[in-house]
C-alpha cells in the first residue's frame, strides 16, 4: 500500500478562485466540514485577472433594468443554447449576489447617489457591470478570500488533484498531491464541488493563467461525467499582440465600454460596417449616437464595438486577413480619442481604466491617454464544460459531484457575455456550496478501497520513472499541442483542419502517456506539466470531436465550410461521455422546451 | 535576438548557489519569460512559482539584480546590459526550492487579524449608501495583490527576523483597508499596538518604494494607523475618559 495521508470533509471543493471560495463558504454557513483546495496559493486563481465587471440587474444606473432584460441578453448572447434555467437563475439572483460582498468587506465604485455603479459592456442593454476600475476580479476574489478564511474551512494550498475516487458510481472524494514534497492526500468526502475553471492552456495565444489547464473537466469526464458545448470557446476580441512575450494578455472590454473604439490601418471604424440582424435595431448608426450611449444618454443605442465578443473578434480577424490590419497583426483599440469629448481625459483614463493603463505602459511602452492599443483575438473562457443540474449544479450523471463556474456548463449557451462569467461564479458556486452540503447531510458515508488510491498513486508517480530524455520534454509537447489547437481548432475552424487535429492529439497522447520527466517530487514543475498534459489532451479532444460535428457557424464556434447558422442546430446541444472502451463519444441532445412565461420574456425584450 | 546572462539561484532549505546561464531574449522579453526558457529548455524541474503573468496575482516575486521585483513585470531592456542578471528567491522567508519560497506565514498572520464587521445595512436590500470620495481610501489598499515584496523587503522582518511580533507592511494594509471602510464597525487599535507591533515600523518607506501596485503604505496606511495607536493608547484626555467609562483595554 502507498503512504499517503487520507483527510475526511463532508464537502470536498477542488478549485479556489471565485466559484470555488463561494461554494466553500456556503457548504461551511450549512454546517458542513470543508476542505478546500487550491493549485496555487489562495487568492491567486484567474478569477483575479478579471477586470470589467460583475453583471447583474441592480438597476442603479438605468432603472429600465430587470432581471428579465439581463435574462433575455443572456439567452441572445448565447445564441438560444443556454440551458434556459440556468440564466433565468442567474439574472434573478445576482443581484443579491454581488450586494452581499459589500457586507463581506468589497467596495466596487459607487454613483453619484452612493449606490453601487455599472457599466456598459457588450451584449448588456444597460449598464449593468458593477466593478472596481478594471480590477473588479481581485476585489472580488479577495473578498471572498478574507471572508471564507473565517468561516472555518480548512485551506489545501499547492495541492493537485490527479484523480477523483469513486465509491461505486458515486463520487467519493479525491487524490491530490502537494507541490512542495510530492506528498500524496486522499481527500475523503461525501460530496465533490469542481471549481477549477477553464481551458485556455490548451491554445497557443491566452489570456488564461497556469492553472487553466482543464483540470476539472478532464477529471470529472474520466470519473462518468458529461461534458457539454465543449465546441464553444470563447476567443475574446481584444488581447495584446505586442510585443511576442506578452501576447494574448487580456485588455478588458471595458476600454469599450468607457468610449474605446477599434479602427484598422486606414483609420476606417470598421465594426460601422457590418451589424448582426440580431442586434441591427439596437445599435447606433452613427459615431456620434455611440458617443452618446457610452455617456449616458438613454436614448441612443449602443456603438457597434459593444456587440457581443464572438462578432467583434470575427471582425478583426477579417480586417487582419484582408489586408487592413495594425503592424503586428491586429487592430487598432484607440481610448485616446475621447480627448474630443472629454477635457481631462488622461486623468479620466487613468482613473477608469488604472491597470490598462499601468499593463501598457510597463510591458509596450505605450502610453493609452496618447495613443492607441494594437490588440487581437485572445483564446479567454470555455463556455463548455461538466454538464449539471440547472438548479443543484450537481453532474447528470455522477451522483455527489457538483461543479460551478467556468469548469460547469449550460449559463453561456454558444457565447458569452462580457460580466457574467463573474456573476455566474457566485450565484452558482453558492447553489453548488449548498447542494453539496444538503447532499453531503443526506447520504451515507463513502468507501474507498485501497486498490483505487493505489493505482492513482502509481499513475501520477509513473513521469518520473520513465526516461526523461526520450521525447522533447513536457513544455515542448504542451506547446505543440497549443500550436495544433491555434491553428486547426481556433477562432476559425474546417473540416480537414478538425480532421488533422484529431488524427494528431492521438499522436500526442501517446507520447506525453510515455513522457517521462527529471527530477525529483518536491516541487517539480517539469512533472506537474506532464500530468497537466493529459487533462490538456482530453480537453482538446472534446473541443475538436464537438467543433467537428457541429456542422455550421454560431455563437464562438465559426466554420468556414459552413458559415451560416443553420436553423436545425439551434435546439441541439453536443454531450460527450466516456464510452464503456475508453472512447469519447458524442451525441446530440434536444433543448427542452422553453416555459411559455420566459419564451414571452425573450419576445418582450425583441 | 540577443543572447543574455542570467545567474539564477538554485538549492533547498539546506543550500545553494547561483548557476549560470545564457538565455536568448526576445523583443519586449520580461525577466519571467527568461526563466521559462531555461526550464524549458536546459532544468525541466527548475522551481519558480508564477500564475497569470501579467502582473496582477503576485505569484512571482523574487529578487532581481537584488531588488525585490515580480519576474512578470520587469523587463529585460531595462536591465544594466553589461552585467549577468541575478534572480534569487525572495530572502525573508524560508526557501522551498530554486526560486519558490514558502509564504505561508503571510496567510496565518492574516487569518488572525480581527475580521470586518459591517455596521446593519442602510436599505432592507441589505445595501449601503457609501460615497466615491469615502470608498476611495480603502480602495487604494484594496488594490494589493499579496505579492509580500513589501514584506520581503521590510527590515523588521527581513534582517531582524521579528516575524513573531511584527506583522509587516501588507497586514498594516490590510488593517487599514477595514479601519477605513466606511462601513465597518471594528477596532483593530489595540491589536495593532499589541499582536500585530505596528510599534517597530519607523517608516523607512523601503514598502511603499517596492509596491508594484504603487500603495503608498507608509504614508497612507502605517502613519494614520500609528496615529491612531497613540491617540487611543497614550492620549491622556482619552485614557481619562476610557477610565471613566470602565471601557479601558
Request: hydrophobic fraction near 35%; aromatic fraction near 6%.
Amino acid at each position: 500500500m502507498t503512504q499517503h495521508q487520507v483527510l475526511e470533509y463532508d464537502v470536498v471543493v477542488i478549485g479556489a478562485g471565485g466559484a470555488g471560495l463561494r461554494a466553500a463558504i456556503e457548504a461551511a454557513a450549512k454546517g458542513a466540514s470543508v476542505g478546500l483546495i487550491c493549485k496555487s496559493l489562495l487568492g491567486k486563481a484567474h478569477t483575479v485577472m478579471a477586470e470589467g465587471g460583475v453583471a447583474a440587474a441592480l438597476a442603479n444606473v438605468d432603472d429600465r433594468d430587470s432581471w428579465k432584460v439581463h435574462f433575455a441578453d443572456t439567452m441572445r448572447g448565447g445564441h438560444y443554447l443556454n440551458a434556459w434555467r440556468m440564466a433565468e437563475l442567474h439574472a434573478k439572483e445576482a443581484p443579491e449576489r454581488v450586494r452581499e460582498l459589500e457586507g463581506w468587506g468589497a467596495l466596487m465604485d459607487r454613483t453619484p447617489d452612493g449606490l453601487i455603479n455599472q457599466r456598459n459592456f457588450g451584449g448588456h442593454a444597460y449598464p449593468r457591470l458593477a466593478h472596481v476600475g478594471d480590477r473588479t476580479g481581485l476585489e472580488m476574489i479577495r473578498t471572498l478570500q478574507d471572508h471564507g478564511i473565517h468561516e472555518g474551512i480548512d485551506v489545501h494550498m499547492e495541492v493537485t488533484v490527479s484523480k477523483l475516487l469513486m465509491d461505486g458510481g458515486r463520487c467519493a472524494g479525491a487524490l491530490a498531491y502537494d507541490r512542495e514534497l510530492g506528498r500524496f492526500k486522499v481527500f475523503k468526502a461525501k460530496a465533490v464541488v469542481m471549481a477549477t475553471g477553464g481551458i485556455g492552456r490548451a491554445f497557443l495565444v491566452t489570456s488564461n493563467s497556469w492553472e487553466y489547464t482543464g483540470d476539472g473537466h478532464a477529471l470529472a469526464y474520466e470519473a462518468g461525467a458529461e461534458l457539454v458545448d465543449m465546441e464553444f470557446v470563447q476567443f475574446h476580441p481584444t488581447g495584446m499582440v505586442w510585443p511576442p512575450s506578452v501576447r494574448g494578455i487580456l485588455v478588458t472590454e471595458g476600454v469599450r465600454g468607457e468610449g474605446g473604439i477599434l479602427k484598422n490601418s486606414e483609420g476606417r471604424r470598421f465594426m460601422f460596417d457590418d451589424i448582426p440582424p440580431l442586434y441591427k435595431e439596437s445599435t447606433a448608426d452613427t459615431p456620434e449616437e455611440g458617443w452618446r450611449y457610452v455617456i449616458g444618454d438613454r436614448e441612443a443605442r449602443r456603438p457597434p464595438e459593444l456587440l457581443t465578443r464572438d462578432h467583434v473578434a470575427r471582425k478583426i480577424v477579417k480586417e487582419v486577413q484582408e489586408g487592413r490590419g495594425s503592424p503586428h497583426g491586429g487592430a487598432f483599440l484607440d481610448i485616446a480619442w475621447i480627448q474630443e469629448h472629454i477635457k481631462d481625459s488622461e486623468d479620466h483614463i487613468k482613473k477608469k481604466l488604472p491597470s490598462m493603463y499601468h499593463q501598457f505602459k510597463e510591458l509596450a511602452g505605450i502610453d493609452i491617454t496618447k495613443e492607441p492599443m494594437e490588440v487581437g483575438p485572445t483564446t479567454h473562457y470555455a463556455m463548455g464544460g461538466i454538464r449539471v443540474d440547472s438548479d443543484s449544479q450537481m453532474s447528470t450523471t455522477v451522483p455527489g459531484l457538483f461543479a460551478a463556474g467556468e469548469c460547469a456548463a449550460g449559463l453561456h449557451g454558444a457565447n458569452r457575455l462580457g460580466g457574467n462569467s463573474l456573476s455566474d461564479l457566485l450565484v452558482f458556486g453558492k447553489r453548488a456550496g449548498e447542494y453539496a452540503a444538503e447532499f453531503s447531510a443526506g447520504n451515507t458515508p463513502v468507501h474507498l478501497q485501497d486498490e483505487q488510491i493505489d493505482l492513482a498513486v502509481q499513475e501520477a508517480l509513473s513521469p518520473l520513472e520513465r526516461d526523461p530524455g526520450a521525447d522533447v520534454g513536457p513544455y515542448r509537447l504542451q506547446y505543440e499541442l497549443q500550436q495544433l489547437m491555434q491553428d486547426k481548432a481556433g477562432i476559425a475552424r474546417e473540416e480537414d483542419g478538425l480532421a488533422e487535429a484529431s488524427d494528431e492529439l492521438q499522436r500526442l497522447k501517446t507520447r506525453a502517456q510515455a513522457m517521462g520527466t527529471s527530477g525529483s517530487r518536491e516541487y517539480n514543475p517539469g512533472w506537474h506539466t506532464t500530468l497537466d498534459l493529459q487533462n490538456l489532451i482530453t480537453v482538446a479532444e472534446a473541443v475538436v470531436m464537438a467543433s467537428h460535428a457541429r456542422k455550421e457557424s454560431r455563437g464562438a464556434h465559426s466554420r468556414l465550410d459552413y458559415l451560416d447558422k443553420d436553423p436545425e442546430w439551434g435546439t441541439v446541444n453536443l454531450v460527450l461521455k466516456k464510452g464503456h472502451d475508453g472512447e469519447m463519444e458524442l451525441r446530440r441532445e434536444g433543448i427542452p422546451e422553453i416555459p411559455k412565461e420566459l419564451r414571452k420574456i425573450i419576445e418582450e425584450q425583441g | 535576438m540577443k543572447t543574455t546572462t542570467f545567474k539564477v539561484w538554485q538549492g533547498n532549505s539546506d543550500g545553494g548557489e547561483l548557476k549560470t546561464y545564457e538565455v536568448e531574449v526576445d523583443q519586449g522579453y520580461v525577466v519571467l519569460d527568461a526563466i521559462h526558457r531555461i526550464q524549458a529548455e536546459q532544468v525541466n524541474d527548475l522551481a519558480v512559482r508564477w500564475n497569470c503573468k501579467a502582473g496582477k496575482c503576485g505569484s512571482c516575486s523574487a529578487e532581481v539584480n537584488g531588488s525585490p521585483k515580480l519576474m512578470c513585470m520587469t523587463r529585460v531592456d531595462e536591465l544594466p546590459a553589461d552585467k549577468p542578471i541575478t534572480v534569487e528567491p525572495m530572502r525573508t522567508f524560508p526557501v522551498v526550492k530554486d526560486l519558490v519560497t514558502d509564504v505561508s506565514w503571510n496567510y496565518e498572520v492574516k487569518a488572525s487579524i480581527k475580521r470586518f464587521s459591517p455596521k446593519t445595512a442602510d436599505h432592507e436590500d441589505g445595501s449601503w449608501d457609501m460615497d466615491q470620495y469615502d470608498v476611495e481610501r480603502s480602495q487604494e489598499f484594496r488594490k494589493c495583490i499579496e505579492c509580500f515584496l513589501c514584506q520581503d523587503v521590510c527590515h523588521v522582518l527581513r534582517d531582524h527576523q521579528l516575524h513573531d511580533r511584527f506583522a509587516g507592511p501588507r497586514h498594516y494594509v490590510h488593517v487599514a483597508n477595514m479601519e477605513m471602510n466606511p462601513i465597518d464597525t471594528g477596532d483593530r487599535v489595540a491589536e495593532l499596538r499589541e499582536e500585530l507591533g505596528i510599534g517597530y515600523c519607523n517608516i523607512t518607506k523601503c514598502c511603499t518604494k517596492v509596491c508594484p501596485e504603487g500603495i503608498t503604505i507608509t504614508d497612507n496606511a502605517i502613519i494614520p494607523l500609528k496615529e491612531r495607536v497613540v491617540d487611543q493608547s497614550y492620549d491622556p484626555l482619552a485614557r481619562l475618559i476610557k477610565l471613566v467609562k470602565g471601557s479601558g483595554d
